[in-house]
C-alpha cells in the first residue's frame, strides 16, 4: 500500500479494535485495486503494472484476509456475543455470512485474474464475470466495513474492558507470529 506523509501509523496489538479499523483502510485499498484493473485492462492483456498490483492484492488477502477474519470471529464476536444485544449479536451472525460470502468471491476473482494473466485475455463473459465480481466484492466491504466500525467496534470499546482488549490484542499477536 502506498506510504502517505503525515498519515496516521497503522496501530498495535494494545490497540485491537485500531487494528482491525487499519485492516479496513487496507481491504478497502486493495479491493479498488482489484476493480480498477478489471476496467482499465478490458479486451487485452495486463501490462507488468498491472500484474503487479493484482498480485499484490491477491497476496493481501490471500494472508491477511483470513488473519483478519479469524481476528473478528475467533477474539471480538465471541465476547461481544456474550455482552451484547439481540440486535448486536444478529449484525454480527450478518457480518459472518459476509465474512463466507466474501471468501467466495475473492476465490472467483483468483482464478480469473489467473486465467487472465495465463491465456493473456479474457473472453468477454469472464471479463464481465470480472467487473461483476469485483464491483460485487467492492459493494460488499463498503457496507460491511460501515457495520463493523459505526456500530459493532464502538460497541465493543465500550462493554470489553481493558484486560479483555490486552487479551485480544494477545491472540491477534499470536496469529502473527
Known amino acids: 500500500m502506498p506510504v502517505q506523509i503525515g498519515a496516521e501509523p497503522d496501530s498495535g496489538f494494545d490497540d485491537p479494535i485500531g487494528m482491525l479499523t487499519d485492516c ?27 500484474r503487479t498490483a493484482v498480485e499484490g492484492a491477491l497476496h493481501y488477502f ?46 472467483e476473482v483468483v ?9 493473456h485475455g479474457l473472453p468477454q463473459d ?13 459493494q460488499l466491504y463498503e457496507a460491511h466495513i460501515r457495520v463493523e466500525e459505526e456500530r459493532v467496534f464502538p460497541r465493543a470499546t465500550q462493554v470489553l474492558d481493558a484486560a479483555t482488549m490486552a487479551t485480544i490484542g494477545q491472540e491477534f499477536k499470536k496469529r502473527r507470529s
Do not use: M
Not at 475467533?74 to 451472525?93: K, M
Open 24 to 50: 479496513h483502510r487496507r481491504i478497502k485499498w486493495f479491493t479498488s485495486v482489484l476493480a480498477q484493473v478489471a476496467v482499465r485492462a478490458q479486451g487485452r492483456a495486463l501490462t507488468c503494472e498491472e
Open 111 to 119: 482464478r480469473l485474474y489467473a486465467k487472465w494473466g495465463a491465456d
Open 62 to 107: 490471500r494472508e491477511s484476509g483470513p488473519r483478519h477474519n479469524h481476528d473478528e470471529e475467533d477474539s471480538v464476536f465471541p465476547r461481544l456475543r456474550l455482552l451484547g444485544s439481540a440486535t448486536l449479536q444478529a449484525e454480527i451472525e450478518r457480518l459472518e455470512g459476509e465474512h463466507a460470502e466474501a471468501d467466495a468471491l475473492h476465490l
Open 126 to 138: 469472464e471479463e464481465a464475470r470480472l467487473l461483476a465480481t469485483t464491483q460485487r466484492l467492492q
